[in-house]
């Protein structure tokens, strides 16, 4: 069985997905596979840079991800440019991977942890979808603690992004992760006997 894991910036999402390793499922990062695909040598990192110009690659070959990231987030074509030339192959690794997991252990929960899954139309790839939520106040107070932004910062990150609320209602399971560490472990402690994992 598979499920995709999401949610917002700054509402938890890591601890979930580490929470539920302890318990035995396996994961696929989305993130770490989106750096895989941007090292020297692979064919995403030569369109992008081919696109973008050699300025976004630094001496050694390797991406300049601050400069990349200051082109594309000031700039939504750039970014819509960016996203077909990589999504693609993250998509198909994602898919690999999660299916070679699956059929390497048919009994153990596979998690995808990807940030932007309902917001790239990932949802029909998994069984169920998981959003790690809290209210918007407690998101943008975790947000400012933990990247040391200011308040407008923190509200510009938040604006980016699809709002929890609307993650929400397109979840299949939802984890409140709002209160005590103990609270988040006893609604996957739930979720987990649901399966019938445990």
């Known amino acids: 069985?598979?499920?995709?894991?999401?949610?917002?910036?700054?509402?938890?999402?890591?601890?979930?997905?580490?929470?539920?390793?302890?318990?035995?499922?396996?994961?696929?990062?989305?993130?770490?596979?989106?750096?895989?695909?941007?090292?020297?040598?692979?064919?995403?990192?030569?369109?992008?840079?081919?696109?973008?110009?050699?300025?976004?690659?630094?001496?050694?070959?390797?991406?300049?991800?601050?400069?990349?990231?200051?082109?594309?987030?000031?700039?939504?074509?750039?970014?819509?440019?960016?996203?077909?030339?990589?999504?693609?192959?993250?998509?198909?690794?994602?898919?690999?991977?999660?299916?070679?997991?699956?059929?390497?252990?048919p009994n153990v929960l596979v998690v995808v942890d990807i940030p932007l899954l309902i917001e790239s139309g990932y949802q029909s790839m998994f069984e169920q979808v998981m959003v790690v939520f809290v209210p918007r106040d407690i998101q943008k107070q975790r947000l400012i603690l933990r990247d040391s932004l200011t308040d407008e910062e923190a509200e510009a990150r938040l604006h980016a992004q699809m709002d929890i609320e609307e993650k929400k209602k397109q979840a299949d399971i939802t984890i409140d992760n709002s209160n005590s560490l103990e609270e988040t472990k006893q609604q996957l402690d739930r979720f987990w006997l649901k399966l019938g994992l445990l």
């Open 1 to 105: 069985m598979n499920i995709g894991l999401t949610g917002g910036i700054a509402t938890g999402k890591s601890t979930v997905s580490s929470l539920l390793i302890k318990k035995g499922a396996l994961l696929v990062d989305a993130d770490t596979i989106a750096r895989e695909v941007m090292l020297p040598g692979q064919p995403v990192l030569a369109a992008v840079s081919e696109f973008f110009g050699q300025a976004i690659l630094q001496a050694d070959g390797t991406l300049d991800r601050k400069k990349l990231g200051n082109i594309v987030f000031n700039d939504k074509k750039a970014l819509q440019a960016l996203n077909e030339m990589s999504h693609p192959e993250i998509r198909k690794q994602i898919k690999e991977r999660m299916n070679e997991l699956e059929k390497l252990n």
